[in-house]
């Protein structure tokens, strides 16, 4: 899909219909049956494992045990142990429970005959792994899955020679959860491209009326839409307002106590909206401009912020080179931002199973210098980012006021490229321009 003009070429959210819940099931299980044939086992190769235990108990299930296992899975059952064992390239698939699920896992575990962690015990000592990974983690939530339990749980099937042969897996759970499957990524340009409608939408007469509606209404709107089509947000929508009287609010502050939060006519209105679907999460960033009577388009400098914004998505996007950190890419697009004079600030995170995913962080709006730990992490083909930045420049038509445009695209890098999935925001919306029929 090429570059989208989403404020002149923007579609109804009606136009958009949602699958049935079983509809949606066989696709994921469909994508999950490839991943498990396809990409786990490259992952393990690649970490150096040849084993992975995953355990989980119901209501605490581990981060990555919804990614693993089938739908209609809802959660644990009781304790719920799943072994992946890879021998000559090919992988075993188990679990140590009562029922397996047929094409994903085999159960290996009769209560009658054997205890549970007795049954773990006598599967591994069979298979006799050198290196088992299992999620204990400093480095991510995602990789540290494992309750002190659990780890005493296995401490007491594997006995101390298989015990000494375990390490965190942190590195395996982050390979797994953030490649993406080629079916994933055609999915993932409509999620987006509906994200980008539900913008359209309520950044629009239809739903803004200046002088009364705030930025309440507008958040909790969006919120309601998204449940509307069949999904679920995986945050509160938020939308925000700069204008020649309203100073920005602070990064990492929703609101400021005593500000106006109805939209008025030459306002500058930004949001931050995502849901999920099919597994996966979007998280956009757009902006609007609210026109004053007699206006057909926005200041010339509001314009100019958003081709400056775009020309700091161009420079991240060019410092994203397979193998490079996080903190590496953070480094060169700052330092190229400011050699053309741009004041940047980049903040972009990996985005697929989880909304803040697994995978290199791209600074953070209160660290700039570069972030320990996931920040080393570097970048793999096939995995999703949300591309979110700020550029903070002054509007002539408002005194030379500074404001900070801020934006955020969900993205693709594969081929050693960064795609922008359902394009890009590259002019204002214009709310006080009816919505194209």
């Known amino acids: 899909m090429t570059e989208i003009d989403f404020a002149l070429g923007s579609r109804y959210t009606e136009k958009y219909n949602t699958l049935s819940l079983r509809k949606r099931a066989e696709i994921q299980n469909n994508w999950l049956k ?12 690649r970490e150096g494992f040849d084993m992975w235990i995953v355990t989980s108990r119901e209501s605490n299930e ?5 990614s693993l296992t089938p739908e209609p899975t809802l959660y644990a059952k009781r304790r719920t142990i799943l072994l992946f064992h890879l021998k000559n390239g090919e992988l075993e698939r188990l679990t140590v429970s009562k029922s397996g699920s047929p094409g994903f896992y085999k159960a290996v575990w009769d209560p009658k005959k054997e205890k549970q962690h007795v049954c773990l015990g006598r599967i591994v000592r069979e298979r006799d792994p050198e290196s088992i990974g299992i999620n204990t983690s400093q480095m991510t939530q995602y990789s540290d899955g494992l309750t002190h339990s659990d780890y005493i749980y296995l401490e007491k099937a594997l006995g101390k020679e298989y015990m000494a042969r375990t390490k965190g897996a942190w590195r ?27 913008i359209a939408e309520a950044f629009s007469s239809r739903i803004i009326t200046p002088g009364i509606t705030t930025v309440d209404d507008v958040a909790w709107w969006m919120r309601q839409k998204i449940r509307d089509l069949g999904f679920l947000a995986w945050f509160q929508p938020s939308i925000d307002l700069q204008a020649e009287d309203v100073d920005m609010i602070p990064m990492g502050r929703s609101k400021i106590e005593g500000e106006r939060r109805t939209i008025m006519p030459g306002d500058l209105i930004h949001c931050d909206v ?12 757009q902006n609007a401009y609210v026109l004053k009577p007699g206006e057909i388009n926005a200041p010339e400098g509001l314009k ?15 410092s994203m080179i397979t193998g490079r950190t996080g903190n590496e890419i953070l480094k060169a697009a700052r330092e190229k931002a ?17 909304g803040h995913a697994a995978g290199p962080i791209i600074g953070l709006w209160d660290n700039q210098r570069g972030v320990p730990g996931m920040g080393d992490y570097e970048l793999f083909n096939d995995t999703c980012y949300s591309i979110e930045l700020n550029v903070r420049c002054g509007i002539p038509e408002w005194g030379g006021k500074q404001i900070r445009m801020s934006l955020e695209q969900d993205a693709v890098f594969t081929k050693g490229k960064l795609r922008f999935l359902a394009g890009r925001q590259k002019k204002l919306h214009l709310v006080g321009s009816p919505l194209p029929t």
């Open 274 to 285: 995502g849901f999920r679907y099919l597994g996966l999460h979007t998280d956009v960033q």
């Open 62 to 66: 581990d981060p990555t045990y919804f």
């Open 338 to 354: 400011k050699t053309e004079g741009i004041k940047a600030s980049i903040y972009t995170h990996p985005i697929g199973f989880h």
């Open 34 to 45: 490839e991943r498990l044939d396809k990409v786990l086992p490259e992952i393990m190769t």
């Open 172 to 198: 395996l759970t982050c390979g797994w959860l953030e490649r993406r499957i080629l079916p994933e990524v055609m999915a993932y340009e409509s999620l987006v491209e509906i994200t980008h409608a539900i």
């Open 304 to 318: 100019k912020a958003i081709t400056l914004g775009n020309r700091l998505q161009d420079i991240h996007a060019e």
